[in-house]
């Protein structure tokens, strides 16, 4: 099993910054990819971004050049650092870790962008 604990979530104004992180634990295994999705009211959850073990990453066109993800590989620990906060970005953020086809989700964390 794998457990994520996310923290950062927040209200913040439209403009603004804020940084998500979340620690995995439990029964890792090298090969994974880690990363962030969201889920807006009433919309499916979507793919925020990506970053695997080997250093690839997946990023939505809708954030590129506002967030960015980055991994601290020894502490199993990835971060979300979003600027340029707009409204349509307030979801609630899952972080993610998935390993030998298996998805593992923390349990959310709401930014809430608003003026």
């Known amino acids: 099993q794998v457990q994520l604990v996310e923290s950062g979530g927040g209200l913040v104004q439209p403009g603004g910054s804020l940084r998500l992180s979340c620690a995995a634990s439990g029964s890792l295994f090298s090969g994974n990819v880690m990363g962030w999705y969201r889920q807006a009211p009433g919309k499916e959850r979507e793919l925020v971004a990506t970053?695997?073990?080997?250093?690839?990453?997946n990023v939505a066109d809708s954030v590129k050049g506002r967030f960015t993800i980055s991994r601290d590989y020894a502490r199993n620990t990835v971060y979300l650092q979003m600027n340029s906060l707009k409204p349509e970005d307030t979801a609630v953020y899952y972080c993610n870790w998935v390993q030998s086809g298996r998805f593992y989700w923390g349990q959310g964390t709401q930014v809430t962008v608003s003026s």
């Open positions: 970053l695997s073990s080997l250093g690839s990453t």
